[in-house]
């Protein structure tokens, strides 16, 4: 049996996620759902059974450090192994940097401790017994992860950090023979760009990405289990992503205009009032 566990399991790509790898593997995965919404959960978990996966439902909140170390216990105490640790909870953004009033900005703090630490915490739990299967990590980025984009600072922040910590942390574990891939979605079609942060630190209501090119989810599913199987170091899931990366070191200026062209006209930044 190979037991998976998935942060954000509730919604859109980490809900795929689970499906694809049930309908794939059916008795011979077992799923841990990870998430804060339980009655989601619960709902995905018996749809998951019904294909002859194993499922466990962890509530997790993953900004907190002990509740990840308990995620990952649970994990264990269920299955007795763990194989593959997929990181995807995370929140979205958009908000022109200079156009957040500063009694505002400690929603960047809160994305960060979602969307970096939040996958920090059951990395570094999962450890021990990843080396144990010489399992894998699947850290869930985004093409602001890969791409600075213009009105998403907070989240390309969080994104990077990611990344740079994936990046930084994989040589570190090949002795263990514990693989890390890096998933960059583009724009795929799911809700997470309406409900992530606005410059007030509400829900945005809408996405400030254009969104006439995108990727449906299961899709993007397909091409992350695809990359993870083959323990792939990263997953650029469009032509123009794999092009943006290289034209960013020949030509780094044409990137930025092709990132401020992806943003919805009327979300473009404005010229900043100087002081008087």
């Not at 500063?102 to 970096?116: I, R, S």
């Not at 017994?129 to 980025?141: D, E, F, P, Q």
């Not at 985004?142 to 994936?166: D, E, H, M, N, Q």
């Amino acid at each position: 049996m190979d037991v998976t566990i998935i942060t954000g399991a509730s919604e859109g790509i980490g809900a795929e996620t689970a499906r694809q790898i049930a309908r794939r593997d059916r008795a011979n995965a077992a799923l841990v759902l990870a998430a804060r919404n339980v009655e989601k959960l619960e709902n995905l978990a018996a749809e998951l059974r019904q294909v002859g996966s194993s499922v466990l439902v962890a509530p997790t909140d993953v900004k907190d450090r002990a509740a990840c170390i308990a995620l990952i216990d649970k994990a264990v105490s269920a299955f007795g192994r763990i194989d593959t640790l997929i990181v995807n909870a995370g929140m979205s953004a958009h908000a022109n940097f200079a156009e957040i009033k500063p009694d505002d900005l400690n929603w960047m703090h809160d994305l960060m401790e979602l969307n970096y630490w939040g996958s920090i915490w059951p990395i570094h739990a999962a450890l021990p017994y990843l080396a144990a299967t010489k399992g894998r990590i699947v850290a869930v980025s985004s093409v602001a992860g890969l791409i600075g984009v213009p009105g998403r600072t907070a989240y390309s922040g969080t994104k990077f950090a990611l990344s740079g910590f994936c990046e930084a942390l994989r040589p570190e574990l090949e002795p263990s023979g514990i693989s890390i891939t890096i998933v960059y979605p583009g724009v795929v079609k799911t809700d997470i760009r309406k409900v992530g942060y606005s410059a007030s630190g509400g829900a945005l209501g809408t996405s400030g990405v254009r969104e006439d090119d995108m990727m449906p989810v299961a899709e993007a599913v397909r091409l992350m289990l695809e990359g993870m199987g083959a323990r792939k170091r990263e997953v650029l899931m469009t032509r123009q992503m794999r092009l943006g990366r290289w034209l960013k070191l020949i030509t780094p200026a044409v990137v930025d205009r092709m990132a401020l062209k992806a943003i919805k006209p009327e979300f473009r930044p404005k010229p900043i009032k100087p002081v008087e």
